[in-house]
Nanobody
Framework: QVQLVESGGGLVQPGESLRLACVAS????????VAWYRQALGKQREYITH???????KYSDLVIERFTISRDNAKNTVYLRMTGLKPEDTAVYYC?????????WGRGTQVTVSS
């Protein structure tokens, strides 16, 4: 059974940082494209970033130069390092892994940015 489990969310103040983790079981994450999405209350889910198996990375204009995606293949984990957090970054953050017809989602982790 394939599972993606996100962790690392929480309540932080504006300007602070968080690192989210997406740990996979049942698949070898390094062979999948892994993306992060987020969904704020009352809004549609939006794309943040992704990393391909070959290491190609792309970021949404909303987070470029503030967020960094990375892999730890030994831990079967993909991270999302978030710096300079803003109140508008408040959302549930989801990990997504896909390859060919396979498409998996985690259940999300809540990030709240508030003073």
């Amino acid at each position: 059974q394939v599972q993606l489990v996100e962790s690392g969310g929480g309540l932080v103040q504006p300007g602070e940082s968080l690192r989210l983790a997406c740990v996979a079981s049942g698949i070898t994450l390094s062979t999948y494209t892994v993306a992060w999405y987020r969904q704020a209350l009352g809004k549609q889910r939006e794309y943040i970033t992704h990393v391909s198996p070959g290491g190609f990375v792309k970021y949404s204009d909303l987070v470029i130069e503030r967020f960094t995606i990375s892999r730890d293949n030994a831990k079967n984990t993909v991270y999302l390092r978030m710096t300079g957090l803003k109140p508008e970054d408040t959302a549930v953050y989801y990990c997504n892994a896909w390859k060919n017809s396979e498409n998996y989602w985690g259940r999300g982790t809540q990030v709240t940015v508030s003073s």
